[in-house]
């Protein structure tokens, strides 16, 4: 049973615009959810997270929402750059981000198109 | 600061064969955490080391074990391979007050 879940496996945004990816989970015990992305041939690699605490935290372009009462997470590209291409996993944790498991959904595969 | 190097970066066995991949950890990191992503399949964790002890362990069975070192390098061993082991096997680094765990680049690992 899938604890955490990305229900799109791609999506296509014009440079400039809006990139809104969308996570959802079933577990209430996480306490800490992070976005990763990928490319190929790497591994993932950290962008943004946030507490369970918070519904939202922002860096740069990215900001990442939490809605707590629904089981939902969402990570915003904006603007979106061609760079921004790769695959976006969401995470989430019982036990912060470092220590512990994390339980990752399948991927969102973002394409920008300049 | 070097991050988290894996090697070797390919590997092809067959099944029933046995298999050891390495990775060195961020410096500074004393937790080793081991996932296993499988073709159009998000990372799934294998187990954790931390200063040496196992932390905890995902559902995988006996023949996946692993080690840490004193210098707080790793590695994996996979006994009697499968071919459903055929995946990208990820290490990642971490310590206690960071927010994250740092990926490493990964093995890919084809057992035919």
């Known amino acids: 049973d899938q604890q955490v879940k990305q229900n799109s496996p791609s999506l296509s945004v014009q440079e400039g615009r809006i990139s809104i990816l969308n996570c959802d989970y079933t577990?209430?015990?996480?306490?800490?959810f992070l976005w990763y992305k990928k490319y190929p041939a790497e591994g993932p690699t950290f962008l943004i997270s946030i507490s369970s605490i918070k519904d939202k935290n922002e860096d740069g372009r990215f900001t990442v929402f939490l809605n707590k009462s629904a089981k939902h997470l969402s990570l915003h590209i904006v603007p979106s750059q061609p760079g921004d291409s790769a695959v976006y996993f969401c995470a989430a944790s019982e036990y912060g981000g470092s220590q512990g498991n994390l339980i990752f959904g399948k991927g969102t595969k973002l394409s920008v198109k300049p | 600061e070097t991050g988290v190097t894996q090697s070797p970066t390919h590997l092809i066995k067959t099944r029933g064969q046995q298999v050891t991949l390495r990775c060195s950890s961020q410096s500074g990191h004393n937790t080793v955490s081991w996932y296993q992503q499988a073709l159009g399949q998000g990372p799934q964790f294998i187990f954790q080391y931390y200063r040496e002890e196992e932390n905890g362990r995902g559902n995988f069975p006996p023949r996946f074990s692993g080690l840490q070192f004193p210098n707080y390098s790793s590695e994996l061993n996979v006994n009697a391979l499968e071919l459903d082991d055929s995946a990208l096997y990820l290490c990642?680094?971490?310590?206690?007050?960071?927010?994250?765990?740092?990926f490493g680049p990964g093995t890919r690992l084809l057992v035919l």
């Open positions: 577990n209430s015990m996480f306490d800490y």
């Open positions: 990642a680094s971490s310590f206690e007050a960071e927010e994250t765990q740092y």
